[in-house]
Structure formats: structure tokens, C-alpha cells
Nanobody
Framework: EVQLVESGGGLVQAGGSLRLSCAAS????????IGWFRRAPGKDREGVSC????????YYKESVKGRFTISSDNAKNTVYLQMNSLKPEDTAIYYC??????????????????WGQGTQVTVSS
């Protein structure tokens, strides 16, 4: 059974940091790209970052470049999203997703095969 389980969300003040984790199981981890998406209240889901596990290539939404870092621990089948200098506009439910592909950018959500349940990130001003 394929599972993606996010953790690490919470409440933080503006300027603070959080590290999200996405633990994957049930598929060949290194054949996939893992993406982080978020959905803010009243807004559409948007891609934030992704990493192709096989070659380690990473991609970021422009507004998070320099603040967020995506990484993977292949021994643990886990992808992390380190979020620094958080802003109130980063408040959203964050989801990780998996697609069996090596990508050259952030794919739209409909391209992804598997999704986690999401973790809430709230940044207070």
C-alpha cells in the first residue's frame, strides 16, 4: 500500500522556521519525484517545491526561493522541506505528493499519483 505521511506543521511567528517531513512507503522511492504543495484558505492548491530522488534535482516556486530548502534522506524514504523566514502568506495546508518521473520543473498537481493527508502550517504576524 502506497503511503505518504506528512508531519512537522504547526504555529510559528513570522520570521520563524519549520521543517516538514514526508515519509513514503509502498513504492520504489528513487524512481519518483516528490513534490510539496500547499492550499491556503480561499486559494487554489499551488506547487511549492519538488525533488527528483534519482538525480537530486530540485525546483522551487519563485516566492519561496532562498527561504525553503527541499532535501531527501533516501535511506529513510523521507523528503524534507525546511522553511525559514516564514511569512503570514505561507500559511496553508501543506501536502506532499509523488509521481513516477524525473522532472524538469514543478509539475501541476494533476500529474501526481499519490498524496499525503496534509499538515497545517500557520504563520502569525
Amino acid at each position: 500500500e502506497v503511503q505518504l505521511v506528512e508531519s512537522g506543521g504547526g504555529l510559528v511567528q513570522a520570521g520563524g522556521s519549520l521543517r516538514l517531513s514526508c515519509a513514503a512507503s509502498g513504492f520504489t522511492f528513487d524512481a519518483y519525484t516528490i513534490g510539496w504543495f500547499r492550499r491556503a484558505p480561499g486559494k487554489d492548491r499551488e506547487g511549492v517545491s519538488c525533488i527528483s530522488i534519482s538525480d537530486g534535482s530540485t525546483y522551487y516556486k519563485e516566492s519561496v526561493k532562498g527561504r525553503f530548502t527541499i532535501s531527501s534522506d533516501n535511506a529513510k524514504n523521507t523528503v524534507y522541506l525546511q522553511m525559514n523566514s516564514l511569512k503570514p502568506e505561507d500559511t496553508a495546508i501543506y501536502y506532499c505528493a509523488a509521481v513516477m518521473a524525473v522532472v524538469s520543473g514543478i509539475l501541476p498537481a494533476y500529474e501526481y499519483d499519490y498524496w499525503g493527508q496534509g499538515t497545517q502550517v500557520t504563520v502569525s504576524s
